[in-house]
C-alpha cells in the first residue's frame, strides 16, 4: 500500500537549520509529484510548494520562497524539507503529501530558544 | 492566488443529524480539461489530513456514503448525512485547479 512515513519530532533554537524527511513506498517515486503543507498549532493548513519528482525542480508558495528548500533523495524515494535560519513562526508540523489523496503522518518542529 | 471561503466556521449537530459545509472559491474551478479539482478532506484529532472527496463529488475508497459533494464553477457544498461520532474533526475544502493550491480555512465539526 501507499504510504509517506516522515521523520521524528524537532526542537531547534532560532537561527539553526533543520532538515526532514518524507519516505515513499508502495508506487514509483518519480511517477508523483510531492507537496509539502504546513501547520500552525491550533491553524488550518498552508501549501509551501512541491517538487517535481523527476525533474527534482521546486516550487515554492510565495510565503516559501526563503529559507525553505525542497529536495530528492530519488534512489531512496525519499523527499526533504529543509528550513534555514529557523524563526519562532517556523513552529509547526510538515506534512508531505503525495498529490491530495496521500499525506505523510506530520513532523512536529518546535522553535525555541 | 485562489482564495477558499469555507463557512461555517464549527458546527455542533447531535449523531443522526445531517450538516452541509460550504465552499466559495474566487475564481472559476474549473480546469483547461473540464474538470473541476475541488477537494474535501478531513482532519481528525491528532491526525493528518484524509481525503474524503475529489473532482467536488467523487468519494475515495472506504468513504462511507453519508458524505456527498456537490456544486460547480466557484461555488461547493458537503453534505454529511445522518453524523457518527467518528466524523468529528475538521473539514477542509481544497482547490487543485490553479497554482498554488490553496485551502478553505475549516469547519471544526463537534458532536452533541
Known amino acids: 500500500q501507499i504510504q509517506l512515513v516522515q521523520s521524528g519530532p524537532e526542537l531547534k533554537k532560532p537561527g539553526e537549520s533543520l532538515k526532514i524527511s518524507c519516505k515513499a513506498s508502495g508506487y514509483t517515486f518519480t511517477d508523483y509529484a510531492m507537496q509539502w503543507v504546513k501547520q500552525a498549532p491550533g491553524k488550518g493548513l498552508q501549501y509551501m510548494g512541491w517538487i517535481n519528482t523527476q525533474t527534482g525542480k521546486p516550487t515554492y508558495a510565495d510565503d516559501f520562497k526563503e529559507r525553505f528548500v525542497f529536495s530528492l533523495e530519488t534512489s531512496a524515494s525519499t523527499a526533504y524539507l529543509q528550513i534555514n535560519n529557523l524563526k519562532n513562526e517556523d513552529t509547526a508540523t510538515y506534512f508531505c503529501a503525495r498529490g491530495t489523496a496521500y499525506w505523510g503522518q506530520g513532523v512536529m518542529v518546535t522553535v525555541s530558544s | 492566488d485562489v482564495v477558499m471561503t469555507q463557512t461555517p466556521p464549527s458546527l455542533s449537530v447531535a449523531i443522526g443529524q445531517s450538516v452541509s459545509i460550504s465552499c466559495k472559491s474566487s475564481?472559476?474551478?474549473?480546469?483547461?480539461?473540464?474538470?473541476?479539482?475541488l477537494n474535501w478532506l478531513l482532519q481528525s484529532p491528532g491526525r493528518s489530513p484524509k481525503r474524503l472527496i475529489y473532482q467536488v463529488s467523487k468519494l475515495d475508497s472506504g468513504v462511507p456514503d453519508r458524505f456527498s459533494g456537490s456544486g460547480s464553477e466557484k461555488d461547493f457544498t458537503l453534505k454529511i448525512s445522518r453524523v457518527e461520532a467518528e466524523d468529528l474533526g475538521v473539514y477542509y475544502c481544497?482547490?487543485?485547479?490553479?497554482?498554488?493550491?490553496?485551502f478553505g480555512s475549516g469547519t471544526k465539526l463537534e458532536i452533541k
Open positions: 481544497l482547490q487543485g485547479t490553479h497554482l498554488p493550491l490553496t
Open positions: 475564481q472559476s474551478l474549473v480546469a483547461s480539461d473540464k474538470n473541476t479539482y
